[in-house]
């Protein structure tokens, strides 16, 4: 017997990082190097990418090429676990748009439920 209670868990594990869907977006038509990865991804830290491909490619979701050239160029390309993923993404996607409204409603509750530095909680 499974210590999840819930399959979803399973892919859930696998999608849990703020970058990881983002990551899965960018790779989805296309194998991209490191540095295309950071320049479609901005906001995110080297040490944050990084951390975030290791635990992907750990995971089976996305397959690191490295070639022996002088300077070494690595590639990074979905995996037939990362392939199978995009629908699941791409309907996360949907539901966003769909239900943006009631997404803001529910961020902004989460926000105000927070307790924030300084204040007693």
């Known amino acids: 017997m499974s210590p999840l209670p819930c399959p979803a868990y399973r892919v859930l594990r696998l999608l849990a ?3 990881k869907p983002a990551i899965l977006f960018h790779l989805r038509a296309q194998i991209l190097r490191f540095g295309d990865l950071r320049r479609s991804l901005p906001e995110v830290s080297q040490k944050v990418l ?27 390309s979905l995996s037939p676990l990362g392939i199978a ?7 996360m996607h949907d539901f966003a748009l769909s239900h943006g409204s009631l997404l803001a409603q ?11 530095l300084g204040e007693p909680g």
Not at 50 to 76: C, F, M, N, W
Request: proline share 10%.
């Open 106 to 116: 529910s961020e902004a509750g989460a926000a105000r439920e927070e307790p924030h």
């Open 85 to 91: 993923l995009l629908p699941l993404l791409q309907q």
């Open 50 to 76: 990084t951390a975030q491909l290791k635990e992907l490619e750990s995971d089976g979701v996305i397959i690191r090429t490295l070639y022996p050239d002088v300077p070494p160029r690595v590639e990074y």
């Open 17 to 19: 990082g703020k970058w």
